[in-house]
């Protein structure tokens, strides 16, 4: 379809988890979303594919996904193979990222707390699309997210949420919005590997106060939200 060679791309992951559940592991959990400019999608892409395919090389497991924790857990790959990746995608002239992350021993409304699971991960991740959107000028847009996360999982009713959000705020402020949400697996969209880079290095950076990675892409950073940090 042509409307997708003109509509901003994003790319939305989260790290940590957004339970306030006291078996959580967890302080903080961060939501990240990667844009970039539609010709220059394919980038992302050609640059994960060389990366993945010297780590085969190296030895990586074909059966394992390349993902952020797997690789850094990895003793032959670590935190070596993620400065690769990080500083690789970081390139990438149009490429941002945006983030919110939160401390959740801060939140103290029991009401929120108490509320159904992925009430907190629709509202934070609400906050951050719609700035975006209304404050950044960002209103030709396609955001595809992870199907496969239990947080987007459809009965959180997180697709229906964003529109509502969005079509609503809109509504209010007079203005259009061209908005298409979609769900896909990451192992067919390479944006979606990429964000989870980028998403579990923010996360590092709060939870561990680990900042070294962070500081690959922090020329990269568009909007941040910092909840009781």
């Known amino acids: 379809m042509a409307i997708y060679n003109t509509m901003k791309r994003l790319f939305l992951d989260e790290s940590g988890d957004c339970s306030f559940s006291q078996n959580s592991c967890y302080k903080y959990f961060v939501i990240t979303i990667l844009s ?12 994960l594919r060389r990366k993945f395919a010297s780590f085969i090389k190296m030895g990586w497991d074909k059966n394992e996904e390349f993902k952020a924790f797997n690789l850094y857990r990895n003793r032959k790959f670590g935190r070596k193979a993620m400065f ?17 992350a939160i401390n959740k021993k801060e939140i103290k409304n029991q009401s929120f707390r108490q509320a159904s699971y992925g009430t907190a991960y629709n509202y934070f991740t609400g906050i951050l699309l719609s700035e975006m959107i209304f404050q950044d000028g960002l209103n030709d847009i396609h955001l595809i ?17 964003l529109e509502t959000k969005i079509f609503g705020t809109a509504l209010e402020k007079g203005t259009s919005v ?31 106060k680990d900042n070294h990675f962070f500081k690959l892409f922090e020329s990269k950073l568009k909007r941040k939200r910092e909840w009781y940090i």
């Open 36 to 47: 970039i400019d539609p010709p220059e999608v394919h980038k992302i892409k050609n640059r």
């Open 84 to 100: 690769d990746i990080l500083a690789t995608l970081a390139t990438i002239p149009s490429l941002q990222i945006s983030y919110i």
């Open 145 to 161: 997210y992870d199907r496969r996360n239990k947080e987007s999982h459809k009965n959180k009713h997180f697709q229906e949420y």
């Open 178 to 208: 061209n908005f298409l949400i979609e769900g896909d697996d990451s192992h067919n969209r390479y944006g979606l590997l990429a964000v989870d880079f980028f998403s579990w290095a923010i996360f590092r950076k709060f939870e561990y």
